[in-house]
């Protein structure tokens, strides 16, 4: 066997070859993943926490998160540090959540600024400032709509990144911050549609994330060439590429005697 068969043989295939993100990308990656599963326990876990700080007058589903971050708030250090962690956790996502369009980074950033707003600026014993709704219905409106600028349209892709499933979370967000807008209209579970609300929407940077590092992983047929039929076919082409380079190298004479029958 000549030196130019084997080379051949040796070639590498790009087909075989398993899919990686790049090095840098996976930490960030997996952080982006943490930070992300952190938002929603830090939020359903500092109000459920400050609301057992509160005087028995504390009524969870006709008041308000806010309200225990307010400066009337018992013990309001609690709650306002959660919001400002979950706002803290969505600038991190953002950061590393590479499988997604650039826009739904941003406006991810965008949710976690207001809500680092929200905690700075907090409500006054009359009631809520300027400031603190102009930061609170930015939060809201900017991850009711994050799922729509989410969806993927290159494959591969999760259902749930997909334009109709997208559309359909976006959908149920919206009915969820219609909801909650109704109940600001002297309605009697104005807290249980902010708690259920906000709930449901910090988990949603979780869900994509989750998903997005189980569609990075190869598949084991064509990714890695486990048992499909790509390796099999590069092999070939790389040992017929091998043969052809094998005759062109041998000398001149061993082809006029083939020809000859010798």
């Not at 830090?42 to 609301?51: H, I, S, V």
């Not at 509160?54 to 709650?79: L, N």
């Not at 997604?100 to 980074?105: D, K, L, Q």
Request: with cysteine.
């Amino acid at each position: 066997m000549s030196t130019a068969h084997w080379q051949a043989r040796r070639l590498p295939i790009p087909q075989a070859w398993p899919v990686r993100s790049s090095p840098a990308a996976r930490p960030w990656a997996v952080i982006s993943a943490i930070s992300a599963g952190l938002a929603p326990i830090l939020l359903t876990g500092t109000y459920l926490m400050a609301g057992t700080l509160q005087p028995a007058s504390y009524s969870p589903v006709r008041t308000t998160i806010s309200a225990m971050a307010g400066q009337a708030g018992t013990d309001r250090w609690v709650m306002t540090g959660g919001i400002f962690l979950t706002g803290g956790c969505y600038l991190v996502t953002a950061a590393g959540l590479t499988g997604i369009r650039v826009s739904a980074r941003a406006l991810l950033i965008v949710a976690g600024m207001a809500g680092i707003g929200i905690a700075a600026s907090p409500e006054t014993a009359r009631g809520a400032t300027p400031q603190h709704l102009a930061w609170t219905m930015l939060g809201a409106v900017t991850i009711t709509v994050w799922p729509a600028f989410a969806a993927r349209g290159a494959s591969p892709r999760p259902l749930i990144l997909s334009v109709r499933g997208s559309a359909a979370v976006t959908a149920v967000f919206v009915a969820l911050l219609g909801w909650l807008l109704a109940e600001t209209r002297d309605g009697s579970v104005l807290g249980l549609a902010e708690r259920l609300t906000s709930s449901i929407q910090t988990c949603w940077p979780f869900i994509v994330a989750v998903a997005l590092r189980r569609t990075r992983r190869p598949r084991p047929g064509v990714a890695t060439g486990g048992s499909g039929g790509v390796k099999d076919r590069a092999t070939a082409r790389a040992r017929a590429l091998g043969r052809r380079q094998d005759r062109r190298s041998q000398p001149a004479w061993r082809h006029r005697g083939r020809a000859s029958g010798l």
